[in-house]
């Protein structure tokens, strides 16, 4: 497992930027409880280099797993899928970005590309769940009500649970 050292925790505030947005996501999903294999899977493979060199410049240390929680605590996904990430924008984030890439890229560049900048440009929870929402339905136009439904359910399980503005 990998977290977050003080030089990673620094990385992540407002107003220092020194890596690009991968690396900013690898950190961001480092939280001890993602598996490092994991994260070396993240763009395509291209994580375990990304996830080595933060390693070796101090932004991340390896540590033992923190035990699962009580089966009762874990949120499930569907089709009997656990999921035992942190709920927090930055998931919930990340799942639209796989989202985009995964369900339009093949269909519609364009389309994955307009998702993936505004999801860029989306700087507070509003904003990245308007974009979600606009997604989703596209996804309902091009996959059905049903599929729609699906992420929209996934969605809601990785946001804090403070968060509850994602209506049908």
Do not use: W
């Not at 977050?4 to 996501?25: F, N, V, W, Y």
């Not at 950190?27 to 933060?54: C, K, N, T």
């Not at 307009?114 to 509003?126: G, I, V």
């Not at 974009?131 to 339905?137: D, F, N």
């Amino acid at each position: 497992m990998l977290t977050k050292t003080d030089q990673g925790r620094a990385e992540l505030r407002p107003g220092h930027r020194s890596l690009g947005q991968r690396e900013r996501a690898v950190l961001l999903l480092a939280d001890g409880r993602v598996s490092e294999s994991r994260l070396a899977a993240l763009f395509e493979g291209e994580g375990r280099e990304l996830v080595d060199r933060l390693v070796t410049q101090g932004y991340l240390c390896r540590t033992q797993p923190a035990p699962p929680p009580p089966a009762a605590a874990r949120p499930t996904a569907q089709h009997g899928e656990s999921f035992a990430g942190t709920r927090s924008l930055a998931t919930a984030r990340m799942y639209l970005f796989d989202l985009s890439d995964r369900l339009f890229a093949p269909r519609d560049r364009n389309l994955a590309d307009r998702y993936r900048a505004a999801l860029r440009e989306a700087r507070d929870a509003h904003a990245m769940l308007a974009v979600g929402r606009e997604l989703i339905a596209d996804v309902e136009t091009l996959a059905g009500a049903q599929r729609a439904a699906g992420i929209r359910e996934r969605l809601e399980r990785l946001l804090p649970p403070e968060i509850t503005d994602i209506p049908a």
